[in-house]
């Protein structure tokens, strides 16, 4: 039996990874500037969370949801404190797009309506809903397509009042990127969240925000809706909070109401998944990573905005666009291959797509942004012979 061949490969095989670094089978050393989607949050093979995952594989590694398992509790208390929703209640399940999926499933069971509103340049995962609202007809199937999910232009507050106007009694719920990150690292203004709030609230739709790649502190705030001072209904979650491991959650207003059956998972929340995450929070936690977030974020943008060929740079905190006057792939290549540095790209194929690791060190930013300076000038060499 062969792969089912979806994926576009680099040649390159990492066998070993620890901190922000990655090793393929010749022994080459690799920085990873990437962190496979926004999803190495902590660093990879992190001492602490090892042992986290090494003891409980001395205990056990799964049961289903049928039984009481404490570390589901321990890391609810844990999340909601860090996060600031202590009052909210959490559904484990497996990935964001999972996450999505059970949000847009509780909101419409909640107010009991049908239709759905996104925004262009969204991602919001691959299944059944989830891709329906996401902004990208090639991976929307024939059976994905269904006239309940609206599309509005990102950030484009007319447009939004316009549908709400027609169809707000039909809007279930409203579902946004607390950061695009596929898009581009599209960042919302504040006039067009609150304008999302403030018709959610009136016309009774549940606002769900998307936090799964732009939340666990990589914005610089623990989600990167806090910045804008407002409380969604639902929030997903997932990449950042397993730090590889596969675990994805939802974080529900107190006023949902839980019954027996309403959402459920095979796999979801099981406890290695759940010793992984505590272990996470206990690192952002332990290590102020938010803070360095921040930090680190301030300081490779004021190393590299100077640097030619770089047309704008978007940014909050380690979730980083770096819009180029040309499409990326070549800059992006050569980091790779000539330098040994893993970047990310886009949808927006101008733009440099950079989601490191939230406990990266100055040693480690100035590695990427002299590689950077180094493939940029030596495009202007080029363009000038």
């Known amino acids: 039996m062969n792969l089912f061949n979806v994926y576009p490969l680099f040649n390159i095989n990492p066998v070993k990874a620890q901190g922000s670094f990655l090793w393929d089978d010749k022994g080459e050393q690799y920085l990873d500037f990437y962190g496979g989607h926004a999803v190495i949050s902590i660093g990879h093979n992190h001492p602490y969370y090892q042992n986290k995952l090494k003891e409980q594989l001395g205990k056990i590694s799964f049961y289903s949801n049928s039984v009481q398992n404490e570390l589901q509790t321990e890391l609810a208390e844990k999340l909601g404190k860090l996060s600031g929703y202590e009052d909210y209640n959490l559904f484990l399940c497996n990935s964001g797009a999972e996450a999505n999926e059970n949000a847009l499933k509780l909101a419409s069971f909640h107010n009991g309506k049908s239709k759905v509103l996104y925004f262009s340049g969204s991602f919001h995962g691959r299944t059944s809903a989830a891709v329906s609202v996401t902004d990208n007809p090639e991976i929307v199937a024939p059976v994905n397509y269904s006239g309940r999910f609206i599309k509005s232009e990102w950030n484009n507050v007319e447009q939004l009042e316009a549908i709400f106007e027609t169809q707000g009694s039909e809007i279930s719920s409203v579902i946004i990127e607390g950061i695009q990150g596929v898009g581009g690292i ?70 949902f109401q839980a019954s027996n059956g309403l959402l459920g998972t095979t796999f979801g929340g099981n406890h290695l998944a759940c010793a992984a995450a505590i272990a996470v929070l206990d690192v952002i936690k332990d290590e102020n990573l938010i803070e360095n977030a921040r930090k680190m974020g301030d300081y490779i943008e004021n190393e590299i905005k100077d640097f030619p060929h770089i047309t704008s740079i978007r940014r909050k905190g380690l979730m980083i666009g770096i819009e180029l006057d040309r499409n990326c792939s070549e800059v992006r290549s050569n980091l790779l291959y000539s330098h040994h540095i893993f970047t990310g790209n886009s949808n927006d194929k101008s733009v440099l797509r950079i989601l490191p690791a939230l406990n990266i060190r100055k040693e480690e930013a100035d590695l990427f942004s002299n590689a950077l300076k180094t493939v940029l000038e030596n495009i202007s060499i080029q363009i000038n012979v």
């Open 186 to 255: 599209m960042i919302p203004t504040v006039e067009f969240v609150t304008k999302i709030k403030e018709l959610c609230e009136q016309y009774d739709a549940v606002l769900i925000l998307d936090e799964v790649q732009s939340g666990y502190g990589r914005s610089g705030y623990f989600f990167a809706h806090q910045e804008f001072s407002i409380r969604p209904d639902i929030i997903t979650t997932a990449k950042g909070m397993g730090n590889g491991f596969p675990i994805g959650g939802v974080l529900i207003h107190p006023e």
